[in-house]
């Protein structure tokens, strides 16, 4: 197990924000959805390595066209609880 906190910078609708929190959802993996601007959106996430890996696949072939930077940086367990959208 894992904690990551993945900051993706581009130009983010509130349609792109729902669809990578349903992403998270549907991967059905621990952590937080944060929107910090039109541009910048981070998740902290928690779990196995290969679920990290496979919801940022995801993530970054749905919304391709708008990602123009990723962050990647280990973190500290929160012991989050489902996961959660902060708008």
């Known amino acids: 197990m894992i904690a990551r906190k993945i900051t993706y910078r ?3 609708s509130q349609e792109a ?3 990578i929190y349903d ?4 991967t059905e ?4 959805v944060k929107s910090i ?10 779990g196995d390595a290969a679920m ?3 919801l940022q696949h995801k993530i ?9 930077d990723k962050t990647v940086t280990p ?3 929160q012991y989050y609880v489902g996961v959660v959208l902060l708008n």
Do not use: M, P, W
């Open 52 to 54: 990290i890996k496979l």
């Open 60 to 68: 970054e072939h749905q919304v391709k066209n708008i990602i123009t």
């Open 37 to 46: 601007s039109d541009s910048e959106i981070v998740l902290n996430l928690e």
């Open 23 to 26: 992403i998270t959802r549907k």
């Open 10 to 12: 581009g130009t983010f």
């Open 29 to 32: 993996i621990t952590g937080q």
């Open 17 to 19: 924000l729902g669809a």
């Open 75 to 77: 973190i500290e367990y």
